[in-house]
């Protein structure tokens, strides 16, 4: 019971991420999933891959990438991550920076461009015309320039998640204190025929 009660725990934490990421462009949703094995029931997790929905902004340098892996973006202490969330403004130096700072990155160098420059589905960077950069992409994927993809979560699949593993927790509690109470009673039981 007390492993039933930690992968419920388990699965509440993983829809409450999902929850409080509903809003979050680009966020894929965790999966939970509960085995039961020798030493009971075991939960774990795993990333739902899916695309999520796009949804038109207009904006230039808000991209959606079509396909698996994400956009490579560089932290300010030079560590290179990779993000779904494509919402891309210019740097006052003219770097293509996401909400947090950090510069998306090229095949050579960080994306550098003018308010003028246009992103073809290749990831091509053209300014005046001519070709200033091409955003590193994983291979078999696009970009679809003034949109942002939104996140795979279901709000309401979530809440019922939810819902379910609050239930189940509170059923293999419940299990657990009749066991207890039932030891309980066979000890009081024993004391009372040795009397």
Avoid: C, W
Wanted: proline content about 2%.
């Amino acid at each position: 019971m007390a492993t039933a009660m930690q992968a419920a725990r388990s699965r509440l934490d993983v829809s409450a991420g999902n929850l409080a990421n509903v809003s979050t462009d680009g966020f894929h949703k965790h999966l939970s999933h509960v085995s039961l094995t020798d030493h009971g029931l075991v939960a774990s997790s795993s990333i739902d891959s899916s695309q999520g929905a796009l949804k038109h902004t207009g904006r230039t340098f808000d991209l959606a990438i079509v396909g698996a892996g994400g956009f490579f973006v560089r932290d300010p202490d030079g560590s290179v991550v990779e993000t779904r969330s494509g919402s891309f403004e210019r740097s006052a130096a003219g770097y293509l920076v996401d909400e947090r700072g950090r510069a998306l990155l090229g095949e050579h160098a960080p994306v550098a461009a003018s308010a003028d420059a246009t992103i073809d589905a290749r990831g091509i960077v053209r300014d005046a015309g001519s070709e200033v950069a091409q955003i590193r992409l994983p291979a078999g994927t696009t970009v679809q320039s003034g949109f942002l993809e939104s996140t795979n979560v279901d709000a309401v699949r979530e809440m019922v998640e939810v819902l379910d593993a609050q239930r189940a927790f509170e059923t293999a509690q419940k299990t657990l204190g009749a066991i207890d109470e039932s030891r309980q009673k066979d000890v009081n039981d024993v004391m009372r025929v040795k009397s």
